[in-house]
């Protein structure tokens, strides 16, 4: 009499037990859905499908999951960017500019001091490296576009939209510079400005790899010449060229400094 | 497919293996930037904006940015030490304010590691290697929400980790240097990551060409072979080129976080095997309980 009440119960609770299993389920792979679709989409090439779905996709992805995963894909740099810096500042009443200081090579230093924990130093100035030298060569582009000579002097309009392209990058290269000046003035030094060239080496290609890899030179004859897009020959050395010149930037006494 | 996140929690060794290499990836990401720590997260940093929402924009004093630093360091250290959901969320929190304060000092590791942690705040990270482990496994409950969210989140971090071999191996296959087997000579030569001054050893091509297509291979096949027979072999050749790459272009804190998706990959099974092989110095506890605890091999009796 007992028994057909007791496994109606609990068939009744099987079902409703497998129901709550299913919900759960159906939630959990919702959510594992919508992350590999906006994923998918957020990381795959510039196809019609990333296009068609690029809006949802990093609607979701871009605020806690951007990624972008080109590690040296599709192709690894072809030459090695540095930062030489300039330093002027005043000691004892007299206006005195430093030696070029590589900046790169001393954060690079710093890293390799430190194999096991390198800081990222080495980052932060190769990003404004390699930012400079993108610019470099899409400013160069445009300016070939509008039939513009770049060893002459540029047109203002010109001028004006390269340097607000270049504004919050120079700000903050700028910034990086102030931190690294104190390592390139004496002690007692009152700083007033910095001046940062981007330089790039080629590298040796694998069908050249037997060849001895040349230094460059470096030769700053005048410290005071004006800044320009590209300057061949500055630097002597194969194929090795200045590919941006910031030009005096005022000195930025305020950010913590960096001493690589 | 229902099944894979029902029942009972999967990858547990490995959520707690991923989590421990994690905070690791972390704790070595906050320590190399120490001394610079003012310059590069600080209120006075050469960056003059955030990427987003950062606890870091709320420390408009030095005092007040070490106190939030500081935290950082302690939370990641607490999560590797002793995982669970909580300290997952709060380490999460901390590392999310670091990248979005200064997204240029985060490598591709770091990048994993970043959205590894906000993942794993629904799995279960502390049913091995914390204490209290064992005390936990006994009273975790199968097709609870817990074991659905811990499940779920196993599933979305074995995602992501293919979504990184496949996209860079993809990549990296459309590109001349790596399919002509010369982009690690070419890496070789970059000062950035001139660790361990390799490139002699590189000019000779057959160093450098199988190398160079093994990357790809193994990246490329990743997302195939962890389904596979070969997976415990691939998955080994993945961390032992993660090894290569800290020892000679000096990310290392690349390699922790990478270390820990592959983890998460194994089974329980697969993991606890390749702990019985360990010495015993370096074995858990809980593997040498399982070992002590199984039945001896004795002959049967002659009739």
């Not at chain 1, 779905?53 to 992805?61: I, L």
């Not at chain 2, 894979?4 to 421990?20: C, D, E, F, K, Y």
């Not at chain 2, 990549?171 to 001054?197: C, E, M, N």
């Amino acid at each position: 009499m007992e028994a057909a009440p007791r496994a109606a119960v609990s068939h009744h609770v099987i079902r409703r037990t497998a129901a709550r299993t299913n919900v759960r389920a159906a939630v959990v792979w919702a959510v594992i859905a919508v992350y590999a679709f906006a994923v998918g989409v957020h990381v795959m090439p510039n196809t019609a499908i990333r296009r068609a779905f690029a809006r949802p996709a990093n609607a979701v992805a871009v605020p806690l999951f951007a990624q972008r995963w080109n590690l040296f894909a599709p192709a690894p740099p072809t030459a090695n960017l540095s930062t030489l810096m300039l330093v002027r500042y005043t000691l004892h009443g007299v206006v005195h500019t430093s030696q070029l200081v590589d900046l790169s090579a001393k954060v690079r230093r710093a890293s390799t001091w430190r194999p096991w924990a390198p800081p990222r130093l080495v980052r932060v100035v190769s990003k404004y490296n390699v930012a400079f030298e993108e610019q470099a060569w899409a400013d160069e582009r445009e300016a070939f576009r509008h039939n513009i000579r770049l060893n002459a002097k540029l047109p203002a309009w010109f001028a004006g939209e390269v340097a607000r392209r270049r504004a919050r990058n120079l700000t903050e290269y700028g910034r990086v510079l102030s931190a690294a000046a104190p390592a390139g003035a004496p002690a007692g030094a009152a700083i007033m400005s910095v001046r940062g060239l981007v330089v790039r080496t080629p590298l040796v290609p694998f069908a050249q790899r037997h060849s001895k890899p040349q230094t460059a030179t470096i030769a700053l004859a005048d410290p005071d010449a004006p800044a320009r897009l590209v300057q061949p020959g500055v630097v002597g050395g194969r194929g090795t060229m200045v590919v941006f010149d910031s030009g005096w930037l005022s000195y930025d006494k305020g950010v913590a400094e960096m001493a690589p | 497919m229902i099944r894979r996140v029902s029942g009972p929690h999967v990858h547990l060794v490995g959520a707690a293996i991923a989590r421990v290499l994690l905070g690791v990836g972390a704790l070595h990401f906050y320590l190399s930037n120490y001394s610079h720590r003012a310059f590069v997260l600080g209120p006075h940093s050469y960056l003059t904006h955030t990427r987003g929402p950062t606890l870091y924009s709320l420390a408009h004093s030095p005092a007040s940015f070490e106190v939030v630093f500081h935290l950082g360091i302690v939370a990641a250290a607490a999560f590797t030490l002793f995982g669970g959901r909580p300290l997952a969320a709060a380490h999460a929190v901390m590392f999310w304010s670091a990248y979005a304060r200064n997204p240029d000092i985060f490598d591709g590791g770091d990048t994993f590691g970043r959205i590894a942690a906000i993942i794993l705040i629904a799995a279960i990270t502390n049913a091995y290697f914390a204490p209290g482990a064992k005390r936990r496994r006994d009273h975790l409950k199968p097709d609870s929400w817990s074991s659905f969210a811990h499940n779920g989140a196993v599933v979305l971090l074995g995602f992501q980790i293919v979504v990184v071999y496949l996209s860079a191996g993809l990549q990296k296959a459309t590109g001349s240097p790596w399919i002509a087997g010369s982009a690690l000579y070419q890496i070789s030569q970059l000062r950035d990551y001139a660790f361990v001054h390799w490139t002699p050893l590189l000019t000779n091509r057959a160093v450098v060409v199988p190398l160079t297509n093994a990357i790809v291979v193994l990246e490329v096949g990743f997302p195939i072979a962890i389904w596979t027979r070969a997976r415990v072999p691939w998955i080994a050749a993945c961390a032992l080129m993660h090894a290569g790459i800290a020892v000679t272009m000096g990310l290392v804190g690349f390699a922790f976080n990478m270390w820990a998706g592959l983890a998460i990959c194994l089974t329980d099974e697969e993991l606890i095997r390749a702990g019985t092989r360990l010495p015993s110095r370096f074995r858990s506890r809980a593997v040498q309980r399982r070992q002590r605890t199984r039945a001896p091999a004795t002959p049967a009796p002659l009739r």
